[in-house]
């Protein structure tokens, strides 16, 4: 490799030694209580990993923060999890409880383990996502005050993963969770003719549009969209600033279920709509905190031990499910979108 070459350097670089020294030697693992994972390697060294709940969008200070307790408790090794945990790696056994117990004074929460819910992956949110339909840290706090008591114990069922996308644009994988909140447009963008010729190229614009929905306009250098195959992606919105898709009285939140990406026990399952809209109500956003505690019960209640929120509902069906959820089954729920052929429903046989 030329000396010239950039990029990351390699992560074995940076691996604790006793991670190193049992690297793909490891013999077993297990769950300590909640939150502390313990790793025993053929040497007989043991790991333990004490994972803590964290902010997606964090301070330098906070940071600063856990690189301090680090140094303390882990000999300053740390990870974090692709679902925003802070995972201490440490290979003193006496350090665990005065570690946790840290934590806990400065309000960080501990687990995240087993059957337990995870922390809750999201996207950007009004803070920085210009085509977002909703928030994603406000409802993220919100959802996770309410459903506090499932992160730090493992008294649910099976694991729950949560995830919130802030647009059907999904950069926040809530096609495979367990409960999944989805902020939705439901108006078309507004088109603003002189912006659109200053600032916009048109076959750009026309080409970015997945469905065909956008033609161009030349009498007006502009552009028109067809409602009926428009899916209120906002694609258009990110080649063209001159057509806003954001709408404070319309856009919302839907609330989809039954996605995991696991395949131990059945496949791996895509989330299905449960909850076609629930408003935008900040800052805490009452209905769809109340909404997903509610379905989070009635799967904890219900379900057989290490049952998944979708292997619950295939069990029973969709039908009672839908029954027990006490949710209405509209036209909202069919799959009639016509121009994506890959999913739009090609026989009269229907059964929900």
């Known amino acids: 490799m030329a000396k010239t070459d950039i990029g990351p350097p390699h992560y074995s670089q940076f691996l604790p030694p006793i991670i190193k020294d049992n690297y793909g030697k490891w013999k077993y693992h297990e769950i300590v209580k909640p939150g502390v994972l313990k790793h025993v390697g053929q040497s007989g060294d043991e790991l333990y990993s004490v994972r803590v709940g964290s902010c997606r969008l964090a301070s330098i200070d906070f940071l600063e923060e856990v690189c301090q307790v680090a140094d303390k408790y882990a000999g300053g090794y740390l990870r974090f999890t692709s679902r925003n945990n802070i995972e201490f790696l440490l290979s003193d056994k006496n350090n665990v409880d005065p570690l946790i117990e840290e934590c806990k004074a400065k309000g960080w929460p501990v687990g995240g383990t087993g059957n337990a819910l995870n922390n809750i992956i999201h996207t950007q949110g009004w803070v920085h996502c210009h085509s977002a339909a909703t928030d994603a840290s406000g409802i993220v706090k919100a959802v996770m005050d309410e459903l506090y008591d499932y992160f730090t114990s493992m008294k649910l069922p099976a694991k729950l993963k949560i995830s919130l996308a802030c647009c059907l644009n999904m950069c926040g994988a809530v096609h495979c969770s367990d409960i999944a909140i989805l902020g939705i447009h439901r108006k078309v963008p507004k088109i603003n003719d002189a912006e659109i010729a200053k600032q916009c190229e048109i076959p750009n614009v026309v080409a970015s549009c997945p469905t065909g929905a956008i033609r161009p306009n030349p009498k007006a250098k502009s552009v028109v969209i067809n409602e009926e195959k428009c899916m209120y992606c906002g694609n258009c919105f990110t080649m063209c600033p001159a057509m806003p898709i954001a709408d404070p009285e319309n856009d919302g939140i839907a609330l989809l279920v039954g996605g995991k990406v696991a395949n131990a026990r059945t496949t791996p399952m895509f989330s299905r709509l449960a909850v076609p809209y629930l408003p935008n109500n900040p800052p805490r956003w009452p209905e769809v905190t109340a909404m997903v505690r509610k379905l989070v019960e009635l799967w904890a209640n219900n379900a057989k031990k290490g049952e998944r ?44």
């Open 309 to 352: 929120y979708g292997e619950w509902i295939e069990r029973i069906g969709w039908e009672k499910f839908f029954k027990m959820a006490e949710l209405p089954f509209t036209d909202k729920h069919i799959d009639d979108f016509i121009f994506s052929v890959p999913t739009f429903r090609t026989t009269t046989q229907f059964k929900y």
